[in-house]
């Protein structure tokens, strides 16, 4: 990351000793600038070695009137409360400020056209790092979400998914549990992994035993999930809760320990992470660890269009914190 300061267009602006609507149109050639102005106006450029953002150009004139939203392709994405909430985020924020959405699904090998937006919302980053570094090598505009990037020039707004973990299990062991379970979601995916780092460091720190058998490794698919569900049940000594990664994949467990028997939470208790409100709606409340993920794709747009028209001189980085909402899927363990 270079550490040389950009030259915006407020600078020209002031060297100019003109407003920056004014060196705007000097950029875009509009003929109404008086030539004592333009002559102004030219100088500080040169003299500045000021570049015009084209994404900004390009969006004033409706040329590039759109935004990207990439999303990795993974099971059950149309199914996904995480996926939905994000595009509608994305497209309410694009809706808001009269642009179009341009929609990615991406395997992470396909190149990106970038000609066609004026910045890219990524939606994480799960084996598209070089999209990534493709789109910013080509000067786009882009802002990552729940994910943390230190080492690339992008914005990102990310959920402190350790904190999360950390929560969720803070919350079963302070009902009493000490054979507590965990369903993950990808560890491929930074998310994955944070959540389940949190969780097992917070077990640590309470001397909880968390044995290998207790980490079940999901996908955030349901199929993962009731997968993982069997495999706690065919142990010899059942676990009394449970933190799943996804709310999509802890209402997948609950269904399946109802099938085979089980009461939540007089027999197991469950904890999931998203806030999904179909959760309200389930056979039994989930407890919850929330993330605000409409809001963040919401952010993640104005970052873009702030970033576009050099409102915004440097990233946005910004890390959200989750909360525990509490109903009815845990309770103590049975004495």
Request: hydrophobic share 40%; charged share 25%.
């Amino acid at each position: 990351m270079s550490d040389q300061k950009k030259v915006s267009i407020e600078d020209v602006a002031r060297r100019a000793k003109v407003s920056i609507t004014t060196v705007s149109r000097v950029i875009n050639n509009v003929s109404t600038v008086s030539k004592k102005n333009r002559i102004k106006v030219e100088e500080a450029i040169a003299h500045l070695k000021y570049k015009p953002n084209v994404n900004a150009q390009n969006l004033a004139r409706g040329t590039n009137n759109a935004i990207g939203l990439v999303i990795p392709g993974y099971p059950g994405i149309f199914h996904s409360f995480y996926a939905i909430e994000l595009i509608r985020g994305v497209g309410h924020a694009c809706e808001a400020n009269k642009l179009d959405l341009v929609f990615h699904i991406t395997n992470g090998f396909n190149p990106i056209n970038t000609n066609s937006v004026g910045g890219i919302v990524f939606a994480d980053i799960i084996e598209n790092r070089k999209q990534v570094e493709q789109a910013v090598a080509q000067g786009t505009p882009c802002a990552i979400i729940n994910n943390h990037v230190d080492d690339l020039d992008v914005s990102y707004i990310a959920i402190n998914n350790k904190f999360g973990g950390e929560q969720a299990a803070d919350y079963l062991a302070s009902l009493g549990h000490t054979r507590i379970a965990t369903i993950t979601g990808q560890l491929g995916t930074q998310a994955g992994a944070d959540r389940l780092e949190g969780f097992k460091q917070c077990l640590a720190k309470k001397k909880t035993a968390l044995p290998d058998e207790y980490i079940v490794q999901g996908d955030y698919s349901r199929r993962s999930a009731r997968e993982g569900a069997e495999k706690l049940l065919a142990l010899k000594d059942k676990p009394t809760a449970v933190f799943v990664a996804s709310d999509d994949m802890a209402l997948e467990v609950m269904a399946t320990f109802m099938e085979k028997g089980l009461k939540v939470p007089e027999d197991i208790s469950i904890i999931g992470f998203d806030d999904n409100p179909a959760c309200l709606y389930a056979p039994v409340s989930l407890t919850t660890i929330k993330q605000p993920l409409f809001e963040i794709a919401e952010e993640a747009v104005k970052t873009l269009i702030d970033m576009i028209s050099e409102k915004r001189p440097d990233h946005l980085q910004k890390t959200v914190k989750p909360e525990l909402v509490v109903r009815e899927s845990c309770a103590a363990p049975k004495k």
